[in-house]
């Protein structure tokens, strides 16, 4: 029912900041909930954020990263401010409950890399 691309990423120097977009075709995003994750080589994939009927953000990216909505265009942002080396990861999008972040995402974006320089 959806289609997620996830684009975005780059290079960045540590404080700097990106805005990652996620586009999607089919079902309208206001639909779902739509969830944000990274995954470092060697690590688990990471919850980051969430965003539906409310907003949701895991610790370690509180009060720097910020997801935020377009439903007209069909598109989810997440803008990352004063970015660390440890926030290094692919980042992916996903589609899933407008009323609970920790519920299943069924539908997956393809992944963005992100990677902060000292």
């Known amino acids: 029912q959806v289609r997620l691309v996830a684009s975005g990423g780059g290079l960045v120097q540590a404080g700097g900041s990106l805005r990652l977009s996620c586009a999607g075709s089919?079902?309208?995003?206001?639909?779902?909930?739509m969830g944000w994750f990274r995954q470092a080589p060697g690590k688990e994939r990471e919850f980051v954020g969430w965003?539906?009927?409310?907003?949701y953000y895991t610790d370690s990216v509180k009060g720097r990263f910020t997801i935020s909505r377009d439903n007209a265009k069909n598109t989810v942002y997440l803008q990352m401010n004063s970015l660390k080396p440890e926030d290094t990861a692919v980042y992916y999008c996903?589609?899933?409950?407008?009323?609970?972040?920790?519920?299943?995402?069924?539908?997956w974006g393809q992944g963005t890399q992100v990677t902060v320089s000292s």
């Open positions: 996903a589609a899933g409950s407008w009323y609970n972040p920790k519920a299943e995402y069924a539908y």
């Open positions: 089919g079902r309208p995003f206001s639909s779902y909930g």
């Open positions: 965003s539906g009927g409310s907003t």
